[in-house]
């Protein structure tokens, strides 16, 4: 019979699990035929088990062949099985004659008819006979005992076995005395026992489960009680979980390892030992992520505890379970969920009981954005005294990071299971269908040491308890054993269902196609879409889908794999790099297919064009398959969806194209212009011509085209969407004015913000001031204007003070940054009130306050932390940045470093890792490494930001582009590579110009004039004086004019015409010698570097000390000009010591007596350059007087006594002062400064080794 049992457990019983595990019930199928060991056979208990099975049996299917079974009053062996169980079987005494297989069908059914519900089928004569004689002819012994008859007794017990059964027929769900062969009987069988299950589990469903709440719970539960029985996890990891209940202030805890290892088994224990020990003192609130309905989003999750626990409190009080409203209710804030939760734990408190909360399997929780934060909805703190237990598997680094580290959660980790638990978890879980293993098998497959992991384990055991054919178990166990991780196992698992696929009328590979078009999806797919793409037939999809079940999840619809290590066995087995292209192309086909049969007249909300979406665009990139990917992401009901829910990743997808953004703007464009025209013949066919412009009817689309440009900051792009936009505004006419109105009034605003961004800031001003004038117009009262109205006014004030930001007018910035601020406080509009305080930091930031500017950024982060809570939008990246900027400014460059990776973070997960706005924070820390020094890393960052602007076809006249080319340029400046910043400097300053006589003057005033006198000087030194000339030309016309052009402008025009006068014009007029220029600005650094550069080089002391003494008195701080000083000589090509020291000399009576520090500076050096002279004597002075002034340090004693030995042989003077720089370097332990205790000691040596001399002399 072993056909049967085959085809029921492989093909039916998949499908009555399913059924039953809807309404809660686990449904476990006993074999009677297999799990009798030998063992058990020789200790004459094989009767007992059996009928104790029946027992526990809520249903008896019996079915027979030609063979009655083991029976003979004169069999002394089964006569001792009698024996055995007629004690507790009494009526077993009067039927010693009978086989076993009758003693189940006396006991399942013919002792008490319909007590037990049954279906009794015996299998044809005829079907046997064939087998039989199938045997004979290949000589087969085996088949021809397995469909012979015993004896002619045997086959008249069986006669008269049926005749009763027969008569009993009424009183069962079926009795069959001639079903055909195997398939039918065991269809037969799984037709009565549906049957009986749908007359049953609704019954029970409708009395006790008839409320949402109550199924989902069922739900949970019946995945609960799949690993209860289960449990071999250790009972250390259990009692760890009790001793919580005995806490008062019990700490949360984490359950995590590996999958598969058995942490949903360990808490459904726990539930358990809960409900049936503890359940007057807790109040249970369970969730098991991914294995019921509607349970995998935070609202879902948190939604259902507070129901749980409120319905706790109801029974509490004795109330009827509330009624669930049937409409849908709005989504809420994860926070007020959180809220009510606290409230419910609390109610339960109120009334005597403590609250557990338990989580199981927190990483299959939806993602719904990129930007959220991990774990943010789990609860931070619940209730004191509350139990609080969440898993995930130990693959998900973050989330233990986030709940161990950041929130401290005790850590539970399962460990793998020792030998003795691996016998005790295969033993209950064979218990549970009634099978058993003999010692040897047992030993076989518990010593594997990849059994070890019960994930492992429970495949094994459920593969062989799928196995029918019980004689051949000891080869199937040593097929499965030889698998030493899960994903071989799950290949086993794979090759078994694709035996079993063979069965069934459907020609291809069945469980290769499904396999890998799910691993292949993005995210998952639904059985309909599985289905319809390979046309798979329905009888043919659910027994595979409901054997493969318990293996995939099913999250929102979608099936996916519930192991990594199933999705890792489907890539070994079937995913060859042929079989990927395929299968991505199936998928491609299918989804392709449902887009072109989208309606011409779309929603972006239909379920269509978001799995499309989901999909497709995907599948042609993975292909390679350029056109049909522009041509998937054109389609404009896939840009609605996908600029609204995956705005980073339809960036990305065009990126891959290869396409730049005018041909994509293009194409977006071309795109509008044919849905206007399906759009008019729509019309013409529904007879609507006139009704509404089609114009109209896409300026939707316009829209979504203009926030994806300005997303990816293509601007150009944005200004020819607006300006469509715009002329359906202006050449359409509407019923509703008013919408014609916000349209264009909308287009004008962005289009002024277009214009910012493209740096055309006059246009911008121009814009706006138009918009806020028709705004002002409709609110003259502020308090009494309605939010939405305020915060479009906002926006109108916001844009006119950020033009003049950039303007660098900052008293009108402020002013109407201000005014912004006024209309967002009134609207509540927190979001606005974030983007002004931005503003106004920008603007305090420009105006050299970087504390204030610091105050406005953290206001804004806490709004922008409390609008978007539990995400990081794209804005906190923005407030990072600036952040850091300020950090930056105010000299706190490790917090400036930290904010800056933290604003690249946010930015990469917000717009990935090529979007423009990246390179703002690629900017600043360009700036970090140039303070720290590290100058080659500093150009990287900044090259980097500019391929990232080049990537994307930004402008070159975009503001933040030319900033981040300068920066390129002053890095290979710094770093002596002039020649290669050459041609950088000549294409950007002839942009600037263009610019600047298209009146963007902007562009040109906030570059860095340091980087213009340094490449005019390279153009001067290369004798280019025309370039330098012209450059110069155009830099005394901007607006940020540094003195130092009017010097380098004479200089080019005296080499131009030498030994004659310059011929009188505009240019001459500029031209400035360096003496008038620092008559006019006497304090202007730049000048002051250019005249004392010039006097070091021409090595003229007395010239040098003359200017440094004249304008001494123009500064308040004379060492501040000293230093400089000193750098210049230190970057000069020929360094003069002598005429270091005369300026060292002069300078030291130059300082105030308050600036120990620069004189004790020129102390030094005038010491050391004599030194280095080698006139000790000379500079000993100088040492003595560092010593007077700095009588702590070391050094000076240390270098009085070198002298005092060196110079003039005193010996005696010279310990003394030794003496003295080794207490003083003693003191403060091993010197800093070129290691100089050991010095020091060498330096004693010495001088007690001429102490030495000269009194032997004496």
């Known amino acids: 019979m072993e056909g049967e049992r085959e085809e029921l457990t492989r093909k039916y019983f998949p499908q009555i699990q399913h059924f039953c595990n809807q309404y809660g019930v686990h449904f476990v199928a006993v074999d009677m035929r297999w799990g009798i060991t030998s063992e058990a056979s020789s200790n004459s208990q094989v009767i007992n088990i059996c009928l104790r099975e029946v027992d526990r049996s809520d249903f008896f299917a019996g079915f027979f062949g030609q063979r009655y079974g083991w029976h003979g009053r004169d069999d002394t062996s089964l006569q001792e099985n009698f024996d055995n169980a007629v004690g507790r079987y009494p009526w077993l005494e009067d039927v010693r004659d009978k086989s076993v297989t009758e003693l189940e069908f006396l006991h399942g059914h013919l002792n008490n008819p319909g007590i037990l519900p049954a279906v009794i089928c015996f299998r044809d004569k005829v079907y046997d006979d064939k087998e039989k004689e199938r045997g004979l002819q290949k000589g087969d012994k085996k088949e021809v005992f397995k469909y012979s008859a015993e004896s002619e007794l045997s086959s008249q017990l069986m006669e008269d076995l049926k005749n009763r059964c027969h008569q009993t027929k009424e009183k069962t769900y079926g009795v069959h005395l001639n079903y055909s062969d195997p398939i039918e009987g065991a269809k037969i069988m799984f037709d009565a026992i549906w049957k009986f299950l749908n007359k049953v589990l609704p019954k029970q469903q409708t009395t006790k489960r008839d409320s949402k709440r109550s199924i989902q719970l069922a739900q949970h539960d019946a995945f609960l009680a799949s690993r209860h029985k289960m449990y071999g996890v250790g009972d250390n990891n259990l009692s760890s979980l009790v001793k919580l209940l005995n806490q008062e202030s019990p700490t949360p805890m984490f359950v995590t390892g590996p999958s598969g290892i058995g942490k949903s088994t360990l808490l459904s224990l726990f539930i358990s030992t809960v409900k049936s020990e503890y359940r007057s003192q807790f109040s249970l609130a369970y969730h098991c992520v991914g294995h019921a309905e509607e349970s995998t989003s935070p609202g879902q999750i948190l939604n259902r505890l507070v129901k749980e626990l409120e319905s706790a409190s109801d029974v509490m009080e004795g109330k009827e379970e509330k009624r669930e409203p049937s409409e849908k209710t709005k989504v809420e804030d994860v926070r007020d969920i959180i809220n009510k939760l606290a409230a419910a734990i609390s109610k339960i408190q109120s009334k005597g009981k403590q609250s557990i909360i338990i989580i199981d399997g927190v990483e299959k929780v939806i993602k719904t954005s990129r930007t959220e934060e991990v774990l943010f909805w789990l609860p931070h703190k619940l209730p004191e005294g509350t139990i609080f237990i969440v898993s995930a598997n130990s693959l998900q680094s973050e989330i233990e990071e986030e709940l161990v580290s950041s929130r401290s959660f005790n850590k539970l980790e399962i460990q793998d299971l020792s030998e003795e638990m691996r016998q005790d978890f295969a033993v209950r879980v064979l218990m549970e269908p009634g099978k058993e293993l003999s010692p040897s098998q047992m030993q076989k497959i518990v010593q594997t040491t990849a059994a070890k992991n019960p994930l492992y384990l429970k495949v094994l055991l459920n593969e062989l308890i799928v196995f029918g054919y019980f004689r051949l178990l000891d080869k199937k166990i040593d097929s499965l054993v030889k698998c030493e991780s899960v994903d071989e196992l799950f290949e086993k698992v794979l090759e078994r269902l694709e035996e079993d696929g063979k069965e069934f009328d459907y020609d291809e590979n069945l469980v290769e196609q499904v396999t890998c078009v799910i691993g292949l999806s993005r995210q998952g797919l639904s059985e309909a879409e599985v289905t319809s793409i390979f046309n798979i037939p329905s ?5 595979f889908f409901y054997s493969m079940e318990s293996y995939f999840i099913s999250q929102r619809g979608l099936i996916q794999f519930g192991f990594q290590e199933l999705k890792e066995a489907v890539k070994r087995k079937f995913l060859s790099e042929k079989n990927v292209r395929k299968y991505t192309q199936c998928i491609a086909d299918y989804f392709e297919k449902q887009l072109q049969q989208l309606p011409k007249v779309y929603k972006a909300e239909n379920k269509d064009v978001k799995r499309i979406s989901s999909e497709l665009p995907f599948a042609y990139q993975f292909l390679n398959d350029k056109v049909k990917l522009a041509e998937t992401l054109t389609h404009l009901s896939v840009l609605a969806h996908m600029r609204e829910q995956y705005p980073t990743e339809l960036y990305d997808l065009w990126e891959s194209t290869g396409f730049g953004w005018s041909e994509i703007t293009e194409k977006y464009l071309t795109a509008v212009d044919v849905q206007v025209a399906d759009l008019y013949i729509i019309q013409q066919e529904q007879g609507t011509i006139g009704q509404k412009k089609t114009g109209f009817l896409v300026i939707e689309d316009l829209w979504n085209i203009f926030h994806f440009l300005d997303y990816v900051h293509h601007f150009d792009g944005c200004e020819k969407a607006l300006r469509r936009v715009l002329d359906i505004c202006t050449n359409s006419s509407l019923e509703d004015e008013s919408e014609r109105e916000f349209n264009r009034e909308s287009a004008l605003y962005y289009l002024a913000i277009t214009y910012h961004n493209n740096s055309k800031i006059q246009d911008s001003l121009r814009v706006h001031l138009q918009v806020l004038k028709l705004r002002e117009g409709r609110m003259p009262d502020l308090t009494k204007a309605d939010p939405d109205g305020l915060s479009l006014l906002g926006n109108s004030y916001n844009g006119i003070g950020t033009n003049y930001l950039i303007m660098g007018e900052y008293a009108k910035c402020i002013e109407y940054l201000e005014k912004s601020l006024e209309c967002s406080e009134l609207a509540d509009d927190k979001n606005s009130m974030a983007i002004v305080y931005l503003n106004i930091s920008n603007a305090h930031s420009e105006m050299l306050d970087n504390q204030k500017a610091m105050d406005c950024l953290q206001k804004a982060t806490q709004y922008i932390k409390d609008v978007y809570f539990g995400h990081q939008p794209l804005m906190l990246g923005l407030l990072y940045n600036n952040l850091g900027l300020c950090c930056r400014r105010l000299n706190r460059l490790e917090e400036a470093e930290k904010y800056y990776q933290m604003s690249l973070d946010v930015k990469r997960n917000t717009v990935g890792d090529h979007h423009p706005l990246l390179c ?339």
Request: proline share 3%; charged share 30%.
């Open 920 to 1258: 703002q924070t690629f900017t600043c820390l360009s700036a970090i490494e140039t303070l720290k020094g590290n100058l080659e890393k500093a150009l990287e960052y900044s090259q980097k930001a500019a391929e990232i602007y080049k990537r994307n076809d930004t402008p070159e006249n975009d503001m933040f582009y030319v900033r981040c080319r300068e920066n390129i340029i002053l890095h290979m400046i710094e770093l002596k590579r002039r020649a290669d910043a050459d041609e950088l400097y000549t294409s950007l300053f002839e942009l600037l110009e263009r610019e600047m006589r298209n009146g963007n003057n902007h562009l040109i005033d906030g570059t860095i004039p340091f980087v213009h006198v340094t490449m005019v000087k390279y153009l001067i030194e290369n004798k280019r004086d025309e370039e330098a000339r012209r450059v110069l030309t155009t830099l005394l016309k901007t607006k940020a004019v540094s003195p130092i052009y009017h010097v380098l402008l004479k200089d080019v025009l005296d080499r131009q015409n030498p030994g004659d006068k310059a011929p009188e014009n505009e240019e001459t007029e500029e031209a400035l010698s360096i003496d008038e220029a620092i008559k006019k600005w006497p304090t202007d650094r730049s000048l002051l570097e250019y005249k004392f550069r010039n006097l070091i080089n021409t090595e003229n002391s007395l010239a040098l000390i003359d200017f440094f003494n004249s304008i001494c008195p123009l500064f308040n701080d004379v060492g501040n000009l000293y230093n400089f000083v000193l750098q210049l000589f230190a970057t000069t090509e020929r360094f003069n010591n002598k005429m270091f020291i005369e300026f060292n000399e002069n300078a030291l009576s130059s300082f105030s007596k308050d600036d120990i520090s620069s004189t004790l500076n020129c102390l030094r050096n005038t010491a050391e350059s004599y030194e280095r002279e080698k006139q000790l004597d000379k500079a000993l002075g100088y040492y003595k007087q560092w010593t007077e002034l700095e009588k702590d340090n070391p050094l000076p004693f240390f270098k009085v006594s070198y002298c005092l030995a060196l110079a003039s042989g005193n010996i005696e003077g010279a310990k003394k002062y030794c003496k003295e720089a080794r207490e003083k370097a003693e003191l403060e332990g091993q010197n800093q400064e070129n290691n100089l205790l050991p010095k020091i000691v060498q330096l004693w040596g010495f001088l007690e080794e001429a102490e030495q001399s000269q009194n032997e002399k004496q």
């Open 539 to 543: 009888h043919v999809w659910s027994p």
